[in-house]
């Protein structure tokens, strides 16, 4: 029997997850988004699923996936330069995110467009879920959106997100709840020392139990609830999804330059996959516990 249909156990999960890590010698010729052939790669409705078949009880979300900018927006005024910038985007997060998911054999919703244009980890009602400026960068083409506008946006990109989000988590039996996100070197001129933040709101389970996990850490600058936390307004996805079922949930945020290219980005998600389910352990999920 499949050791993943009744009852996931996670020390099966881990046993797997060395498995995999083990016999993975390459897990990523990365072309147009795709981290796997075999692995699941769909995109409708404005979300990226790879890997819905994935029997991990972990679910992994990526909103700041995508730089891309639909026609219609005439990239928001924004000026060439700016268009793949940390404003735009997350870099490097799905490459980690979606290598995660293999490697954790676990399911990965992510974001289609940039989060200039919405962004899923803001509520419809967040003065930044359509910001007019971002760091130093101004957006004209969110200067005075009308209402209509807005709500257009929300319907077109956040409703199906959240629906998508939500019902995945709905059909889980035990999930557990991984954003992935990217952030700036420097920010403001102000150079950023952090290199990973383990981010948590009211529930810290999942997060202090990373936290908990020295080995696992080492030569990296670890720090909770940095470069944000739960007063920059972050912790909407963690809310909405994880918080509100309790199911045990972390943002983790990677500073970009350790992410820059694919052997970067290989060593990142084995670190943060192993990581992540060494914490999963201590915390009794599938176990009851959750
Ligand atoms: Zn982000």
């Known amino acids: 029997m499949d050791k993943f249909t009744e009852h996931i156990s996670l020390c099966d ?7 995999t890590v083990t016999d993975a010698q390459d897990i990523c010729p990365r072309k147009g988004g795709v981290v796997q052939p075999e692995i699941e790669d769909d995109t409708e409705d404005c979300v990226h699923r790879l890997n819905m078949d994935g029997r991990s009880p972990i679910l992994l979300v990526c909103e700041h996936a995508s730089s891309f900018i639909p026609e219609e927006f005439h990239n928001l005024g924004l000026r060439p330069e700016e268009l ?9 997060a799905f490459d980690v995110a979606a290598r995660m998911s293999y490697l ?4 990965l919703l992510a974001g289609t467009v940039s989060r200039l244009v919405y962004d899923c980890n803001r509520p419809p009602d967040a003065s930044d879920a359509m910001p007019a400026q971002s760091e130093r960068i101004l957006v004209p083409g969110n200067r005075d959106l009308t209402e209509d506008a807005k709500a257009a946006r ?12 939500a019902q995945t988590i709905a059909a889980m039996d035990h999930p557990v709840l991984v954003t992935i996100h990217s952030f700036t070197p420097v ?10 933040g383990v981010l948590h709101d009211q529930d810290s389970r999942l ?5 908990s996990c020295g080995d696992w850490m080492e030569g990296l600058r670890v720090m909770r609830n ?9 912790m909407h996805t963690l809310r909405e999804h994880g918080i509100s079922g309790g199911h045990p949930n972390v943002m983790i945020e990677i500073r970009n330059d350790l992410i820059a290219g694919g052997a970067a980005q290989d060593t990142m998600a084995r670190t943060l996959a192993g990581w992540v389910v060494s914490a999963i352990t201590t915390i009794g999920v599938g176990q009851g516990g959750a």
């Open 226 to 234: 940095a470069p944000y936390g739960p007063a920059d307004g972050v």
């Open 84 to 92: 793949q910038s940390h404003a735009v985007w997350d870099p490097g």
């Open 13 to 19: 999960l881990f046993q797997y997850f060395v498995d």
């Open 104 to 107: 954790l054999d676990a399911k």
């Open 154 to 165: 929300v319907t077109a990109f956040y409703d199906p997100f959240r629906t998508t989000l």
């Open 187 to 196: 920010y403001d001129g102000q150079k950023r020392s952090v290199e990973i």
């Open 207 to 211: 997060a202090d139990a990373m936290l």
